[in-house]
């Protein structure tokens, strides 16, 4: 079986996205049950593998309004890696999903081990490292102007 597509990996150079799929981690969850809801602290990132997730807002009265349905390979709660902001939305399970999940402190990791590396290896050319830095703030340009209120 092959690897699950990622997306938001698309931009780096094979080293970071082996180093970022050796930290993520698979987690099935049931339709019905909420991953994270709207003002919770965002502590990871998550790539749907399988099944479909709701994403929903609540607005000051309470009135829930679903903003999106996401299917594979969709990434979301990136926000979470780049940010300390709570979180800008209730995510659901819709059906019976599996996805991938890289939390921030893996994610960190990444990021302090691949600038050691690519600072002290001649494999890594200029280039190589200005598109992984260039992929990582592409994750923060992707996210919906919803995710900034």
Avoid at 48 to 60: E, F
Wanted: net charge positive; charged share 20%; hydrophobic share 45%.
């Amino acid at each position: 079986m092959s690897a699950p597509e990622i997306p938001f990996l698309a931009g780096l150079d094979a080293a970071a996205v082996s180093a970022v799929r050796a930290r993520m981690v698979s987690m099935a969850v049931p339709a019905g049950r909420t991953l994270f809801e709207q003002g919770d602290v965002g502590d990871a990132l998550y790539t749907l593998v399988s099944g479909a997730v709701g994403v929903s807002t609540r607005d000051r009265h309470g009135i829930f309004t679903r903003i999106a349905r996401l299917r594979p390979p969709e990434t979301f709660g990136e926000m979470a890696l780049l940010s300390e902001a709570p979180r800008a939305a209730t995510v659901m399970a819709l059906r019976d999903s599996q996805f991938l999940c890289l939390t921030r402190a893996a994610f960190e990791t990444v990021i302090t081990e691949h600038r050691t590396r690519s600072s002290t290896s001649p494999a890594c050319s200029p280039s190589a490292c200005a598109r992984s830095t260039t992929a990582i703030r592409c994750i923060k340009r992707r996210a919906p102007s919803w995710f900034w209120r």
